[in-house]
């Protein structure tokens, strides 16, 4: 069996190149070839951290008997919907559209035209819950396909002319005013869980960009109910099992509505977010709480996901060794009263056990419990809690560590560059910043080539041969742009421009809308297109706040005109679902309040020149942009004619074409910045 997958750069695809089934990455030979048999092609879309891929994997595509019957009546294609987003986008809306769910593992065949047909999820190794069997699916697809083939015919064509014709009306549609933003604040409200923080029932996803836009709008419109919503959910998510309290960092989502048992996978792009959500948080209360979350998530990015050439790897899978030679899930993170006990001895694991609601019936599966920090430790205990922790931790380390999706995706490293820088600049903590800058130079060095495209992914120092789509080029913007203002080196400031610009020229459709993908991409059976933020901004409305910023900083009409239009969405659906568009509507945030410009001028030994600059920082202006760096500076356009004031440094700030008289004083700025 010829072993395509070996040479793959995507984690996923490594795991199953030693399967019995005959896998294709895909590619146009593997549509030849199903042209060449005449046989329809079987898609399987999943991720290294998903555990029911792991299931499907173990039960069928291990199995040599199911694979023996795939291999004969299919060509079998593998897809790591984390390199092709586009791919998964694409069959994914055809599966919600057919079947009115979706997820992953993702099953879908096609024709050897890649048009699809039939659809499903997971299917069993045997027929259960009213599921058919992975062996009966496939036996009952080969059939229509031999006897029924014009009947196949005709659905895929059904199906693709129907995804055709689902363009966005959405764009072009004006700009979000306040009545939008005051529609979208009373809708997300209504959805609002007074009593466990967070949106909507189980299972309770972290609502990170809708976080950002409650802060933002507070920020602006001193609504304090938005900051109230904010800041409860960051504490209930904080004091959850969903954030891990030994090692920080964020668990996927929580499986109740209390935030106590998480499904156990850690993403990058959550912790990212999250990561910069509390350290905003901090910005608009000086919660102590706020901090240590902000401090200990950038701590867990460095410490487990940096990879060795200095990106931050995709995720930490969900399973792990319980010890007796089982892949279970949560293994890791979870404690009996009898573990605590072993780890600390009988006085500190009580203490341990109040302290972290570990129970004898436990709170997850077999009498484990998922810790959790109901109530801050008394003043007493603190020092004895801190010794607990550290000793629980250690423990832990012994146990056998979760697998690790190394991979570096180019738009979550953005993210990650930009909370990093932030949270170290925030905190005078100048190694996250330097952490966010050599993942900056990676990305640059590996991923970019000289025409300034992006590849969406490398592994182990290879770049991947896929192409950067919209997200990527939005978020890896996104994030240089947090670090010029971090570091006050204009450099970044360019690259967020090179980037943009392919944003301009390959991924703008009519009217404002954007596409997923760029004009020269790979066609598929369309061309993707979704504003929504799901798990992540989508490229959509994360362009829009890149080029708003980079406007800000070098007033570029162009880019002002493209921000602008790409918010038309915002308009449109932030009153009707304000938590699928939460970075959209803090962008809208942004461009109700300017954005602000601000320029600090001095020199970089001057004390008050650093106050101003801490000043401009720990401002909570929504989508403010900061160019800090000396008088003559040809660093960044705000810096140019902008001279020192009686000899002193000094603060310029700008909005909507009008300039405030430079101030030389951190309040007069602060005062400013309100």
Same mark, same amino acid.
């Given at each position: 069996m ?52 792991h ?7 291990e ?9 004969e009546?299919?060509?079998?294609v593998?897809?790591?919907r984390?390199?092709?987003?586009d791919i ?6 055809a ?10 593992p993702m ?15 997971y ?10 069997s ?8 080969h ?27 959405v764009?072009?549609?004006g *700009? ?6 005051a529609?979208a *604040?009373?809708?997300?409200?209504r959805?609002?869980?007074?009593t ?5 029932g ?28 904010a800041?409860?959910?960051?504490e209930?998510?904080?004091r ?15 499986v109740d ?8 996978e850690?993403m990058?792009y ?15 209360t ?7 979350v902000?401090?200990e998530?950038?701590?867990?990015m ?21 010890g ?14 009898a ?9 500190d694991?009580a ?7 570990v ?5 997850f ?8 920090l109901?109530?801050?430790a008394?003043?007493a205990d ?30 979550w ?15 005078d903590?100048?190694?996250?910043v330097?952490r966010a800058?050599?993942?900056?130079d *990676? ?8 025409g ?30 947090a ?5 006050g080196?204009?450099?970044w *400031?360019d690259?967020a ?6 944003v301009?020229?390959r991924f ?19 061309r993707?297109q979704?504003p ?7 490229g959509w ?7 708003l910023s980079?406007?800000a900083?070098t ?20 009153p ?5 568009i ?14 602000r ?12 020149y650093q ?20 008088p003559?500076s040809?660093?960044f356009?705000l810096?140019r ?11 310029y700030v700008?909005r909507h074409?009008?300039?405030?008289a ?13």
């Amino acid at each position: 069996m010829s072993n395509r997958l070996a040479q793959a750069t995507s984690p996923y695809l490594l795991q199953h190149a030693d399967n019995p089934v005959d896998w294709w990455p895909w590619s146009p030979e593997a549509f030849e070839e199903a042209r060449r048999r005449d046989v329809p092609v079987l898609l399987s879309v999943g991720y290294s951290s998903c555990h029911w891929c792991h299931v499907m994997a173990h039960e069928s595509f291990e199995d040599e008997t199911t694979a023996a019957l795939l291999n004969e009546h299919f060509v079998a294609v593998k897809v790591d919907r984390e390199e092709r987003p586009d791919i998964d986008a694409v069959y994914m809306e055809a599966v919600q559209a057919a079947t009115g769910q979706g997820g992953w593992p993702m099953t879908v065949f096609l024709t050897p035209d890649a048009a699809p047909f039939y659809f499903g999820t997971y299917f069993p190794p045997e027929p259960r819950h009213g599921m058919p069997s992975f062996p009966e699916v496939l036996e009952g697809v080969h059939t229509a396909w031999t006897e029924r083939r014009g009947e196949v015919a005709e659905v895929a064509d059904r199906i693709v002319k129907d995804l055709a014709g689902r363009s966005l009306a959405v764009a072009g549609d004006g *700009l979000p005013g306040e009545e939008e933003l005051a529609a979208a *604040l009373l809708g997300l409200t209504r959805e609002y869980d007074a009593t466990r923080g967070g949106f909507g029932g189980a299972p309770k996803f972290p609502p990170s960009m809708a976080l950002e836009f409650l802060l933002r709008h507070h920020a602006r419109t001193g609504a304090e109910g938005a900051l109230q919503m904010a800041a409860d959910t960051c504490e209930a998510m904080a004091r959850g099992g969903i954030y891990d309290q030994l090692g920080g960092g964020f668990a996927r989502y929580a499986v109740d509505r209390a935030w106590v048992v998480p499904h156990f996978e850690k993403m990058l792009y959550d912790n990212a977010l999250l990561c910069r959500v509390y350290a905003h948080l901090w910005k608009a209360t000086g919660s102590d709480l706020a901090r240590r979350v902000a401090l200990e998530t950038a701590d867990f990015m460095v410490r487990e996901l940096r990879t060795p050439e200095g990106g931050f790897a995709s995720a930490l899978d969900a399973d792990s060794d319980d010890g007796t030679g089982r892949h279970v899930e949560g293994a890791y993170y979870a404690w009996t009263p009898a573990q605590l006990e072993e780890a600390l001895g009988a006085e500190d694991a009580a203490l341990a056990a109040a302290h972290y609601g570990v129970t004898e019936e436990g709170t997850f599966e077999h009498g484990a419990s998922v810790l959790q920090l109901p109530q801050e430790a008394g003043p007493a205990d603190a020092g004895r809690i801190a010794s607990i922790r550290t000793r629980l931790h250690a423990a832990r380390e012994r146990r056998e560590r979760p697998g690790r999706d190394d991979k570096i995706v180019a738009a979550w490293n953005g993210l990650a560059i930009a909370a990093l820088a932030e949270t170290g600049a925030l905190f005078d903590r100048a190694d996250l910043v330097e952490r966010a800058t050599e993942a900056a130079d *990676l990305l640059v060095r590996l991923h970019l080539d000289d025409g300034g495209r992006l590849a969406r992914t490398s592994k182990d120092g290879r770049a991947g041969a896929h192409a950067g789509v919209l997200e990527d080029y939005a978020d890896v913007a996104e994030g240089f742009l947090a670090l010029a203002a971090v570091t006050g080196e204009g450099a970044w *400031l360019d690259f967020a421009g090179l980037l943009l610009d392919h944003v301009l020229d390959r991924f703008t459709g009519e009217g404002g809308a954007l596409y997923d993908t760029a004009h020269d991409a790979e066609a598929l059976i369309r061309r993707p297109q979704d504003p929504t933020d799901n798990a992540t901004p989508s490229g959509w409305t994360a362009a829009a706040g890149a080029l708003l910023s980079y406007a800000a900083h070098t007033g570029s009409e162009a880019h002002r005109t493209a921000a602008e239009g790409a918010l038309g969405v915002v308009k449109a659906l932030g009153p009707r679902a304000p938590r699928f568009i939460g970075w959209g509507l803090a962008v809208a945030d942004a461009l109700l309040d300017g954005p602000r410009e601000i320029a600090v001028v001095g020199h970089a030994a001057d004390p008050a020149y650093q106050e101003l600059r801490r000043t401009a920082l720990r401002a909570v202006t929504p989508g403010a942009v900061l160019a800090a760096g000396a008088p003559d500076s040809e660093e960044f356009p705000l810096l140019r004619d902008r001279p020192l004031v009686a000899g002193s440094a000094a603060a310029y700030v700008c909005r909507h074409f009008t300039c405030d008289a430079p101030v030389t004083a951190p309040d007069a700025l602060a005062g400013l910045l309100r």
